[in-house]
């Protein structure tokens, strides 16, 4: 038998496998199609079902894992394959956390889909993962971005330093 941290883990592999799967199809059809919004659903539902025996809901993102409680999930090779698929897009995109909190509406997640099907050049000059939730006035989703920090020399260019393992979190 299952203990409660076991289970929640078996609902977070299924929610990651179930954003990837939104984002797909939210790629190939309109956002009201009722194919990615069974999707939305889908989702909606796993997250409920977690944050009904959990406060929040923590992923931690590196390009090649996604932490659970700090730990890597651990998955059969076809999960690991499909979870590692939308872990790296999750990244490249400037994201290392996702916190979700109790009373998520299917209006954010499709934001936070709508913001993960964008590319990251796109994300990073409509201001970043942080600006573009805040912007639509997401409540229940709390990111932390890799920071584009500028280093600027006596000349006063500015030199990138945007690959810094540092993190900004905000409420947003």
């Known amino acids: 038998m299952m203990n409660k941290v076991q289970a929640v883990e078996t609902l977070v592999k299924q929610l990651i496998i179930a954003l990837g799967n939104a984002l797909r199809s939210l790629r190939l059809y309109p956002a009201y199609n009722p194919i990615p919004m069974s999707s939305v659903d889908k989702l909606q539902e796993i997250l409920n079902q977690i944050l009904d025996s959990e406060a929040?809901?923590?992923?931690?993102?590196?390009?090649?894992?996604?932490?659970?409680?700090?730990?890597?999930?651990?998955?059969?090779?076809?999960?690991a394959n499909r979870i590692n698929a939308i872990t790296k897009e999750i990244f490249e995109r400037g994201i290392t956390s996702l916190i979700f909190f109790e009373g998520i509406t299917k209006e954010e997640i499709l934001e936070l889909l709508s913001l993960l099907s964008k590319e990251p050049s796109e994300i990073q000059k409509l201001g970043g993962?942080?600006?573009?939730?805040?912007?639509?006035e997401v409540a229940h989703i709390l990111l932390n971005e890799i920071p584009k920090k500028v280093e600027f020399s006596e000349s006063g260019t500015g030199k990138d330093l945007s690959k810094s393992a540092l993190t900004t979190e905000q409420r947003i």
């Open 129 to 136: 993962p942080t600006a573009l939730l805040k912007e639509k």
């Open 56 to 79: 929040e809901l923590q992923l931690k993102f590196t390009k090649r894992n996604c932490f659970f409680k700090d730990n890597p999930l651990k998955a059969s090779t076809d999960e």
